[in-house]
């Protein structure tokens, strides 16, 4: 079988490359090249994640749809916030995708995305992997 990503166009890959993912102790590592990774990984990074948190400046910016913790409320998302420490977070989609990810799941924001995006590797993240 062969299972190496399609390409997703634009760049030209005149050679075989190696594959995006190297598996140890059973685990899943990738590459972090999003673009051979994620027919892969399909965007777990922005499925699986607890929250992504939100400076209050990114907040409270414009930029982004954003949740921010109450005190004093007992939903799920809000003790999540709490027990975490975050004030503010992206809102998700009902499946617990960012509500930022699109249909092909690639980010809609990925120029403007915030900070923790920004910094986030999957690099030495052990994954599962879901092929899209
Ligand atoms: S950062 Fe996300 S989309 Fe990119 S390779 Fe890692 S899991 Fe896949
Ligand atoms: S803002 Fe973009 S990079 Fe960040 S979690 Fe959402 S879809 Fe992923």
Known sequence: MDD????T???ASPRARPDPFRLLNGNVYFNGKCEECRPLCAAVCCRGYAL???TEEEAKGGRYAYKEASDDCDCE???KMRELGVRYTLPKQPD???IYLDGARKCSIYEER???CREYSCV???FTLHPA
């Open 124 to 126: 030495n993240v052990p």
């Open 52 to 54: 992504v948190s939100l």
């Open 96 to 98: 617990g995708g960012c």
């Open 77 to 79: 998302l809000c003790k």
């Open 114 to 116: 915030p900070e923790t």
């Open 4 to 7: 190496r990503p399609a390409s």
């Open 9 to 11: 166009g634009g760049e």
